[in-house]
């Protein structure tokens, strides 16, 4: 009888496709998402970049290239360094009150009450108005003039009259914070919902055994369990945020100058009023190589892929 053990030298089984043939046998099913990645994301940034790199009439014709003149325009403007530092503190604000609000509506809405599903349905309202519409009824409601929630704050004896909040630099970015928490909160907050419903009951149950008390057991179980989940919030926060451009631009449009401006709102003046589409595609450069800076940074120090 034959050994089972397999013999020095000797080769059996089957033999392992190759790596091409692997990928030829793959690519019917992944061209089609190849094909869309190329033509939503990598052909519109390449043409960005190429645009960057060319002296563009303000009737859009590409009259030839000028390496990198488009970009020393861009760092050469004084306004640079402000608008910046309001780039910084609108994605850092919005982003950190989203986060810690939504962390404490997630755990109000995940414990048993009554009309709970009612309460869900609500936080969602929101998110699924437009953005657009959120932002203006803020926006009028604002008014020095005639602005609900000007009379409202008189009424009750918060201030002593009428002020005019968006005609102000630090107002208007303040109330544009606001107005970009209250339309971040509902996707962050079921973020943060579904990941706490994942949290396993045995581990709770193992920690109240232990006599780990509600705090401890919320830091201590809790919070590492919701890791994933509040990398993924932060993360397509900081996104959505850097790159909002209907909020600031309702919000701080009517103050002159470029004070009370971020990187979109600054884009968006360039090409609305400068007519400069190849400045305006050196300062999409900068703005697009931030936001991978930013997500670079933030993936390398919080490891969302991380194991808890």
Known sequence: MMSTLQRPGVRTGRKKPRSNESLWAALPWIGPVLVLIFGVVIFPAGYMIYSSTRRISQAGTNVEGVGLANFQTVFADPNLPRILLNTVVWVTVVVALTVLISLALANFLNKPFPGRTLVRMAVVVPWAASVVMTTTVFYYGLDRDYGIINKFMVDIGLMDAAYGFTKNTTTALAAAIIVGVFVSIPFTTYTLLAGLQAV?????????????????????????????????????????????LPILRIMTGSIPGYGADTLMTYIFKVLQFDRRLDVASALSVVNFAVVLVIVAVYVKIVKPTKEV
Do not use: H, W
């Open 200 to 244: 396993p009951g045995d581990a709770l149950e193992a920690a109240k055994m232990d006599g780990a008390g509600p705090v401890r057991t919320y830091f201590s179980v809790v919070l590492p369990q919701l890791r994933g989940a509040l990398a993924v919030a932060v993360l397509i926060n900081i996104i959505n945020v850097f790159n909002n």
